[in-house]
């Protein structure tokens, strides 16, 4: 089906704004051209504002497999498209999809809470106060790691290595690549420790050490749960999530263009 079918095909989009001044404005203009359903009927869900926005997005409509196409409004807009009002239905059906599987995060806090989340960008373990964390660390029910001391770890996808995994130095990993990337947060011991790839199949897990004098949280993009003691992660292949971008603009070639600095 041609772009122009396809465009016949997306009758219904929703808007989502930032709530941004600039990001409502966008919004109203848009539902006065053309026209506007509510989220859970829409073919296509077009969110206004900036990366933040769009992993509230994907994270509310998660397992629905709804197709979500951005519009920066915000500041950085990393995973948004060019503002652009004009034939927008024929830019959606030109976009190029780009299928994100999140990660799985399990956790047990020291008064035995259980706690699960999603994370399409990374999971964070991190030191709650002036003490230093230590950790252990499984892959796969192996000890990879007896004792990391550091301020904390991250477990990153593809898709949120050029966010706070590129902050921390870590390795920014094509969209397709199937690969998870371990990376140390201002590691103490082992000093030289840089971090680790390993395969999207692996099962990692996190033990506390000295949990009461050494408390940690961890954050799943943006939940976090306090007092943690084990943490366990995994990618969630039974879910997909659907971004889409302008041909050229795909999520696949601005990871591309980071890996090469510009």
């Known amino acids: 089906m041609g772009a122009g079918g396809e465009a016949e095909r997306l009758k219904t989009l929703a808007f989502l704004s930032s709530g941004a001044p600039e990001a409502e404005e966008a919004r109203a203009r848009l ?14 869900i ?32 990393f995973l948004m498209n060019e503002y652009r009002e004009s034939n927008l239905r024929k830019r959606i059906a030109a976009a190029i999809p780009s299928i994100v599987h999140p990660l799985l995060m399990q956790a047990v ?9 999603h994370a399409i960008n990374d999971v964070s373990l991190l030191r709650q106060t002036a003490q230093i964390a230590k950790l252990r660390i ?67 897990r996190f033990e506390v050490l000295e949990a009461e004098k050494r408390p940690v949280s961890v954050v799943a993009d943006h939940d976090e749960f306090r007092d943690v003691v084990s943490v366990d992660v995994e990618m969630d292949r039974r879910t997909q999530l659907i971004l889409l971008h302008d041909p050229g603009h795909s999520l696949e070639d601005r990871i591309l263009r980071e890996q090469f600095g510009y």
């Open 31 to 44: 539902v006065a051209k053309y026209g506007e359903a509510a989220p859970e009927e829409a073919d296509c």
């Open 46 to 77: 077009v969110a206004l504002g900036g990366d933040g926005l769009m992993l509230r997005t994907l994270h509310r409509f998660m397992g629905e497999g709804k197709p979500i196409y951005g519009m920066n409004r915000g500041s950085v807009g």
């Open 109 to 117: 806090d020291q008064r035995g809470g259980e706690f699960q989340a």
């Open 138 to 204: 499984l892959v796969n029910d192996k000890e990879a790691m007896a004792e990391l001391v550091a301020d904390g770890v991250l477990v990153s996808t593809p898709a949120g290595s050029t966010a706070y995994n590129l902050s921390a130095h870590g390795p920014i990993l094509p969209l397709n690549a199937p690969l998870l990337a371990l990376t140390p947060i201002s590691a103490f011991r082992p000093r030289r420790w840089h971090g680790a790839l390993l395969p999207d199949a692996a099962k990692l």
